[in-house]
């Protein structure tokens, strides 16, 4: 064919294996799926004691070149047959360094819920999974061709135990094969390739395989994933996602016509990402999807009370080697997710990528919790690296415990469950509440202070009011006083009209002067009415008040005492009295107004100080 696949060759084949147990394989069945971009094994052993000591241990071992794709492993043994088979759970496992194993071998030791006796025997399941094990051949492609992958394996079970019948099925994505390795009894048929049985092989058989077929699915792969689940006792968690992706499939060579992909997608552009579906809890709100630019509205949500399901389509369709980041957010209901044992809280929520047909290469899944929790311990039903930070937001003192979790290669099986204890007060709840209201409570006694501190500025403040009102008094107060002042010069006219009449005797000029006086009079008593008025109902003249009250009390009974003696006088005129009989007739009231004048000027003295 002239291609040069860089396959590996391991000669371990003919290394003497050493005796590691008296166990046997005498059953091996294995199923390869490579229908999408994550290479999955699944290896049912009928596992054996052919010795007469119990054991407890199986073996199993991976070359260096699956070793550094194998995302998941799980080792299950189901009890019972048929019907009534009880699964016992992910089986306990650990790398192992046995002596004498050839070299270039990583060797994981399973542990068995029971000990097996001599001539036992039980099922051991083993589930794989594999990222990058899907290699694109040829590497570039052209927008109009379809990728073609290669994969690479053994048709024997590589295990340190001798295997007595063992068979192996491949299933394809299409029925196209370019080329496989044929071995004896191999079969294809539709899409599937069959490798044996092969019978009584010795430990450590091992004959490459090679498949070269049609894959037209776009291999989205996430260089980096960041998963940030931050718990908010409000009642949310909100979930940020960063995602860095890039299409692992055969990178596009040659010019890319949209125009082409546009008049015929399938065809000039198979295998490109056009849109993929992400598979969020149910109840999830306030979902966004966006990249630098801004948000992207070409995605869709939908839902049922199982899930929530939001399709992104990113701009443009992706070839292979382009990339591209964007990021996922949604919130979920705290309820749905944290839960309460034995005096702690607990999150209890999915690890994984809501997006199953991205493989990961570097999977971060950031806790944070809330600023004061303590006591704090996680449990991931997988091997991760794990360490802690702090993060700090807005009104945080001390900041916030973050968990950090990290895989490597995570793939849809680790959509699993896992869950993160911890110890919180309530009071630690009422944090953040008591410091707003206390930070707003001093805002106000500042802004209290401020207004006391500068009443010339402030004008909403009650103090400029105040003074406004004050200045309204004075002004009022001098009215008042003008009033008077005014009042007590027409008073002076009538002393001056009653001169007249003693030396000129005419009566009617002195009457007319009366009646212009009297006119003024009442006119100034009614200017005078709303200014008392208005001083009387003002807070700030009730000082004051008394004082003005009794000046025009005065006045009026000064100018009642002035009317008196006038018509007196003018009347004394008319009967022709003489000028001693007159005097005496209004001595006493010119007594009274002589003393009342003296207040009257005294109390507009005592007025004008204030
Ligand atoms: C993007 O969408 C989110 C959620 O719908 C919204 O809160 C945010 O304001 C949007 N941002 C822009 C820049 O439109
Ligand atoms: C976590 O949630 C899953 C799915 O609801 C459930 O099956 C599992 O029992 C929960 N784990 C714990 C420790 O509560």
Sequence with gaps: ???????????????????????????????????TQTVRMTSSLKVENSGTDPVSEVLLVFPEHQLKNLAYLMAITN??????????????????????????????????PRGLGKGESLI??????????LQPFPEKITQAETQLVVFQDSAQFLSPYAVKVQSLSVKLPEPKVESYTKLENTKVSGSEIKYGPYENLPSFSYSPIVIHFESKQPFAVARELVRELEISHWGNVQVTEHYNLIHGGAEIKGEFSRLDYQARPSIRGAYALKHLFAKLPPRAHSVYYRDEIGNISTSHLWGDSKKTQLQIEPRYPMFGGWNTSFTIGYGLPLKDFLFQSDGKRFLNISFGCPINEVVIDNLIVKVVLPEGSSDISVSVPFPVKQWQETKFSHLDMVGRPVIVLEKTNAVQEHNQHFQVYYKFSNISLLMEPFMLISGFFFLFVACII????????????????????????QATIQQVQNIINRCLTIHDKLEASLRELSRTGDVQACKAARKAADGYLKELSKELKPLLSFLQSSPQ???????????????????????LKHSAVVDSYEKKSGGREIENRVASIQQKITVLRQEVDDLLEVIDEI
């Design 124 to 133: 051991l399941d083993v589930i794989t999974a594999f990222t990058h094990a």
């Design 450 to 473: 401020y207004m006391h501190a500068d009443m010339t500025i402030s004008k909403s403040s009650a103090s400029y009011v105040a003074r406004l009102q004050w200045d309204e008094v």
């Design 79 to 112: 009890e019972g047959k048929g019907k009534t088979k009880v699964s016992t759970g992910s089986l306990p496992f650990d790398v192992v360094h046995p002596e004498g194993m050839p070299l270039g071998l990583t060797v994981y030791s399973v542990s068995l």
């Design 1 to 35: 064919m002239g291609m040069r696949f860089d396959l590996f060759f391991l000669s371990i084949a003919i290394l003497c294996g050493p005796v590691l147990s008296d166990l046997v394989l005498s059953k091996v069945d294995r199923r390869i799926d490579l229908t």
């Design 541 to 563: 003249a009730a000082q004051i008040l008394p004082k003005v009250e009794e000046l025009v009390a005065k006045e009026r009974e000064l100018q009642e005492r002035l009317m």
